[in-house]
């Protein structure tokens, strides 16, 4: 079973500013990686799949990078509504299986 | 507009059973897989399972098997995911998710989610 852990935990950064989300599972998963973006009261929206592509609608200051076991989301530029609990999710092509990472917190300096 | 409408809250008894529901629309329903997954009260995303309606193929998290029961009924584009004996450790939200096609094998449409609070 792929275990997925993420730091920090809870990320306090200014708006405007940069922010640096790390994921790591504990055996390669190539580039089957995806990221999430949870607000208060919402349901997930997919940001990153792939690793590093783009979902349809997301802004281009998210960008995602790695492969194997290390991964990163990035933040180029915090926007007020980029604050938020970002999950990274492991997914198997087949047979079908997923393991979500516990989370990183966004919160405003 | 794809989307993934789920059924509305429900407030159950311990050893109660219940069926909650997710409906498909504007897409194919047939040919993507639908994933469920737990969201306890103020903790993470747990996949649960997921099927797909096409055939009905299942698979489990192993955390899930037994536990719960992923069903669809293709004709009218809705999968569920439903319990026999609901538990208080059940109360949480749950969300139905589609996995998208091709190179997206993440969950790209999410439904609102069904909050399911067990309590005596």
């Known amino acids: 079973e792929i275990v997925m852990t993420q730091s920090p935990a809870t990320l306090s950064v200014s708006p405007g500013e940069r922010a640096t989300l790390s994921c790591r599972a504990s055996?390669?998963?190539?580039?089957?990686l995806a990221w999430y973006q949870q607000k208060p009261g919402q349901a997930p929206r997919l940001l990153i799949y792939?690793?590093?592509t783009r979902a349809t609608g997301i802004p281009a200051r998210f960008s995602g990078s790695g492969s194997g076991t290390e991964f990163t989301l990035t933040i180029s530029s915090l926007q007020s509504e980029d604050f938020a609990v970002y999950y990274c999710?492991?997914?198997?092509?087949?047979?079908?299986?997923?393991?979500f990472g516990p989370g990183t917190k966004v919160d405003i300096k | 507009e794809v989307q993934l409408v789920q059924s509305g809250a429900e407030v159950k008894k311990p050893g109660e059973s219940l069926k909650i529901s997710c409906k498909g629309s504007?897409?194919?329903?047939?040919?993507?897989?639908i994933g469920w997954v737990r969201q306890m009260p103020g903790k993470g995303l747990e996949w649960m399972g997921i099927?797909?309606?096409?055939?009905?193929?299942?698979r489990y998290s192993p955390s899930f098997q037994g536990q719960v029961t992923i069903s669809a009924d293709k004709s009218i584009s809705t999968a569920y995911l439903q319990w026999s004996s609901l538990k208080a450790s059940d109360t949480a939200m749950y969300y139905c998710?589609?996995?998208?096609?091709?190179?997206?094998?993440?969950?790209?449409?999410w439904g609102q989610g069904t909050m399911v609070t067990v309590s005596s």
């Open positions: 998710a589609r996995r998208g096609g091709g190179p997206i094998d993440a969950f790209d449409i």
């Open positions: 792939g690793a590093s």
């Open positions: 999710q492991q997914y198997n092509n087949w047979p079908p299986i997923f393991t």
């Open positions: 504007g897409y194919s329903f047939t040919s993507y897989w």
């Open positions: 055996q390669s998963v190539s580039s089957n």
């Open positions: 099927i797909y309606p096409g055939d009905s193929d299942t």
